[in-house]
């Protein structure tokens, strides 16, 4: 069964900082992998996904995340954050072997970013 | 613009009453989802629906009851049955059932019960 692990519920920043939010996923079967942004009592926005291909992926706003397969991480990155860039941030993980349409979300991690 | 609108945006029940949640897409999608979630638990799966007249249960369907006569339509019943229903309420589309399409979200309906 697949599984997400988001490592950290909260990440406080200053601006101009970079930032890393750890994800981790456990699955028996190749996976792609999603990173969403939520913005208060808002829905889910897209930020990057990977499908194949290059491990290191570029989204929107700046956002990059990098997949290694051996530790089973997609880690998410940005090298200097803005005060908009505060939300809650959320690791999904759906397998590709079985066709398997189900995708399963992170606990979520909430970024603060501070003046 | 193509998107998902959920209403109403906010939404108070007494116990005891059924109240449901509307979710309309115009995005041409196949597959809609619903989703509760709470403060800490991620994103739960209520159900899903991959084409009109059909839909499966997710995870937490218990007390929560769906239709779908319409493509773009898949409204949410919570029912008196639902123990804990104050939640964030999310509704998701996307192209097919199957993975790796990424789902679109509408903004949300927060139900609180008095």
């Known amino acids: 069964a697949q599984s997400v692990t988001q490592l950290d519920s909260q990440v406080p920043v200053f601006e101009e900082a970079p930032v890393e939010l750890r994800c981790n996923y456990s699955?028996?079967?190749?996976?792609?992998l999603f990173w969403y942004v939520q913005y208060p009592n808002q829905g889910l926005q897209l930020l990057l996904k990977?499908?194949?291909?290059?491990?290191l992926v570029k989204g929107i706003n700046g956002f990059e995340a990098e997949f290694n397969k051996s530790q089973t991480s997609f880690h998410l990155r940005k090298p200097s954050v803005h005060i908009s860039d505060t939300a809650e941030y959320f690791c999904?993980?759906?397998?590709?072997?079985?066709?398997?349409?189900?995708?399963?979300f992170g606990a979520g991690t909430r970024l603060f970013v501070k003046a | 613009d193509g998107g998902i609108t959920q209403s109403p945006k906010y939404l108070f029940r007494k116990e005891g009453q059924n109240v449901t949640l509307s979710c309309e897409q115009n995005?041409?999608?196949?597959?809609m989802y619903w989703y509760r979630q709470d403060p800490g638990q991620g994103l739960r799966l209520i159900y899903y629906?991959?084409?009109?007249?059909?839909?499966q249960k997710g995870d937490i369907a218990e007390g929560y009851s769906v239709s779908r006569e319409k493509k773009e339509s898949f409204p949410l019943t919570v029912t008196s049955a639902q123990k804990n229903p104050t939640a964030f309420y999310l509704c998701?589309?996307?192209?097919?059932?199957?993975?790796?399409?990424?789902?679109?979200f509408g903004p949300g309906t927060r139900l609180t019960v008095l």
């Open positions: 998701a589309s996307s192209i097919a059932l199957v993975s790796p399409y990424e789902q679109f």
């Open positions: 699955s028996s079967v190749s996976v792609y």
């Open positions: 990977y499908l194949s291909g290059s491990t």
């Open positions: 999904a993980v759906s397998d590709q072997n079985t066709g398997g349409f189900k995708t399963i």
């Open positions: 995005l041409n999608h196949d597959a």
């Open positions: 629906s991959q084409i009109v007249n059909d839909f």
